[in-house]
Nanobody, 116 residues
Framework: QVQLVESGGGLVQPGGSLRLSCKASLFTFSSYVMSWYRQAPGKERELVARITSAGGITNYADSVKGRFTISRDNAKKTVNLQMNSLKPEDTAVYYC?????????WGQGTQVTVSS
């Protein structure tokens, strides 16, 4: 059973920064593509950032390019999302996702609220 536990969410003012972390209980963590998604109230879940298993390729939603950075530490089995220059429209529940072949697992989510 894959377990993903997110942390690091909270309330931040516009222009501020947060760092989200996702700890995985995956024996073969390094084989998984790891992603961060988010879902705002009344909206569909959307991909924010993705990183390949070896960490060599990253992809970002256009709305976060230049502000967010995804990274992973395969030895620690963690994936992080550094979020800078946060905007009110970044407010959402952020979910960690682990994918390999036909397998896909989700964390419970962590709330990020950007408000003054």
């Amino acid at each position: 059973q894959v377990q993903l536990v997110e942390s690091g969410g909270g309330l931040v003012q516009p222009g501020g920064s947060l760092r989200l972390s996702c700890k995985a209980s995956l024996f073969t963590f390094s084989s998984y593509v790891m992603s961060w998604y988010r879902q705002a109230p009344g909206k569909e879940r959307e991909l924010v950032a993705r990183i390949t298993s070896a960490g060599g390729i990253t992809n970002y939603a256009d709305s976060v390019k230049g502000r967010f950075t995804i990274s992973r530490d395969n030895a620690k089995k963690t994936v992080n999302l550094q979020m800078n220059s946060l905007k009110p429209e970044d407010t959402a529940v952020y979910y960690c996702n682990a994918a390999w072949a036909s397998l896909s697992s989700w964390g419970q989510g962590t709330q990020v609220t950007v408000s003054s």
